[in-house]
């Protein structure tokens, strides 16, 4: 999760509603790019979060599911990140 709340402006819709406007300012990883190789040559990889909250790993023609441990430990080149709760 990533929470922005401190970092943002409130608006007068949010402070009357508790700050619950559109979810807040709380975020939630579904998706990483990584770079794998260097500045001048490489491969890129994604791994994305399903709605069950599984993480599977797409390298080219190949797919397979990976642990969210291995998510947060690659290196990230691009984060995408989705509004947590919509309510």
Same mark, same amino acid.
């Given at each position: 999760m990533l929470? &922005?709340?401190?970092?943002?402006?409130v608006s007068p819709?949010?402070?009357?509603?508790g700050g619950r406007v559109f979810g807040g300012h709380v975020y939630q990883l579904f998706a990483v790019v990584c770079h794998i190789g260097s500045v001048n040559t490489g491969h890129y990889i994604s791994m994305v979060k399903n709605?069950?909250? &599984?993480? =599977?790993? =797409?390298?080219?023609?190949?797919v397979t599911m990976v642990s969210q441990d291995e998510v947060l430990n690659s290196r990230a080149? &691009? &984060? =995408?990140? /989705? /509004?947590?709760? /919509?309510?």
């Open positions: 929470d &922005l709340s401190q970092y943002c402006c819709e949010e402070q009357e509603s709605r069950e909250g &599984l993480w =599977f790993k =797409f390298d080219d023609a190949t080149y &691009l &984060l =995408f990140y /989705i /509004i947590n709760d /919509i309510s």
